[in-house]
């Protein structure tokens, strides 16, 4: 049970439950243009958890972008391309902490403190280091094994109460919560145990490949339709999603993977259940299905694109939108750290 006993460790919990406000913390690489998935799958959760109780902090994560080799100069300009991206789409710092995690040296030191609390086999049992580190093969740094450590510290810096994540996100956050968990056993109850939000679109799967998760790196460019794309390349890439030779437009994930994804899609971005959707379609073949479904992404995203353009112009706003954010995130970091540092033993 660690140092502390039972009954100081159960009223400790009971003061923390009461006192804890829900926080929400959430981040996105600064990586590619933000696609359809990440709109659908994250950022569309991210602006209605604005508008909850509770206080919401997204973060840019650079820091975890680097561990694959990155361009400097590119990786600059992503960080903006990113915070425009955000803020077009309806993140407001006015209502949640938009930050840079490289200006908060807190998720560094952190991290190091929980590296030192996770043994070695638990990070390489972990999905997504053996399918990352078998694709680069021996070059899969230390980075990449620990950045699940460095995602844990970014969610515990804030005392965060929630996390929204996908469904491949999962087994991540069961890390955040053991780490929680085992800092709590080890120094007493210091931690909130974050909870998942999943959000209700978990997964866009790709237009090329529909068993295949939509992905910012997939080589074939048809693939993803990106936040920035023109009305011609969203009608293209979905004329050539793949769909089958049934020209019904039904919705059976398990049997039809291809035409049930663009149903989903088409639901998400019109707000209309499924069903609602499938009924409207009645009559419609998949060629003519598939053009209807480009309108509706092209409807939404059209407003988002020309906001990007316009904040992009304007490089000044932008920085000074991570400074802030920053700034008010380091404020709530920097107590929870030297509270830490205490805890563990440093002077």
Known sequence: MG??????RC???????KDAV????????PTGTPHLGNYLGAIESWVSLQNEPGSVLYSIVDLHSITVPQDPAVLRQSILD???A??????NPEKSILFQQSQVAEHTQLSWILTCMVRLPRLQHLHQWKAKSAKQKHDGTVGLLTYPVLQAADVLLYKSTHVPVGEDQVQHLELVQDLARGFNKKYGEFFPVPKSILTSMKKVKSLRDPSAKMSKSDPD???????????????????KAVTDFTSEVTYDPAHREGVSNLVAIHSAVTGL??????????????????LLVADAVIEKFTPIKSEIEKLKMDKDHLEKVLQMGSARAKELA???CQEVKKLVGFL
């Open 221 to 239: 460019r048809l693939a993803t339709v990106r936040i920035t794309d023109s009305p011609e390349e969203i009608v293209q890439k979905f004329r």
């Open 273 to 290: 259940p499924v069903e609602e959707v499938v009924r409207q379609s009645a009559g419609l073949d998949t060629a003519h299905y598939k």
């Open 86 to 91: 955000l803020l077009a789409c309806g993140i």
């Open 82 to 84: 990113m915070t425009a």
């Open 334 to 336: 920097y107590p929870v």
């Open 3 to 8: 140092r502390f006993p039972l009954a100081r």
């Open 22 to 29: 829900r926080r929400v913390f959430s981040g996105i690489q």
């Open 11 to 17: 009223a400790a919990l009971e003061r923390m439950s």
